[in-house]
């Protein structure tokens, strides 16, 4: 059972930055998501990165703002949120998958492991 630590979750300003990190022992054997699930809304998939960490993807919506990256020597994976908007108010969760493929997916449905959530909230 793979358990992961999140962090970095809080109440900004619009405009403001977060980063939001994600820890968990043996991190680079998975293929690693951040998704976010607003109030009455689906939870969708903003950004994954391969577990060699070559490959990246972004949601339309968050490129330009949102950056993941990964240190597999510390067991982290990282979401840079940056120009921070209301509607990115949401709890985000970390996600994971052993699954070895070419290129990372923002599907819900690959990924096996999931964290406990942090809340991102922004507002005035």
């Known amino acids: 059972h793979l358990q992961f630590v999140e962090s970095g979750g809080g109440l900004v300003q619009p405009g403001g930055s977060l980063r939001l990190s994600c820890a968990a022992p043996g991190w680079d054997y998975y293929t690693v998501a951040w998704f976010r699930q607003a109030p009455g809304k689906e939870r969708e998939g903003v950004a994954c990165?391969?577990?060699?960490?070559?490959?990246?993807d972004y949601r339309d919506s968050v490129k330009g703002r949102f950056t993941i990256s990964r240190d597999n020597a510390k067991n982290t994976v990282y979401l840079q949120i940056n120009n921070l908007k209301p509607e990115d108010t949401a709890v985000y969760y970390c996600?994971?998958?052993?699954?070895?493929?070419?290129?990372?997916?923002?599907?819900?449905?690959?990924?096996?492991?999931w964290g406990q959530g942090t809340q991102v909230t922004v507002s005035s």
């Open positions: 990165i391969l577990d060699s960490g070559r490959d990246i």
């Open positions: 996600a994971a998958t052993g699954l070895k493929a070419g290129r990372c997916l923002l599907g819900r449905q690959v990924y096996d492991y």
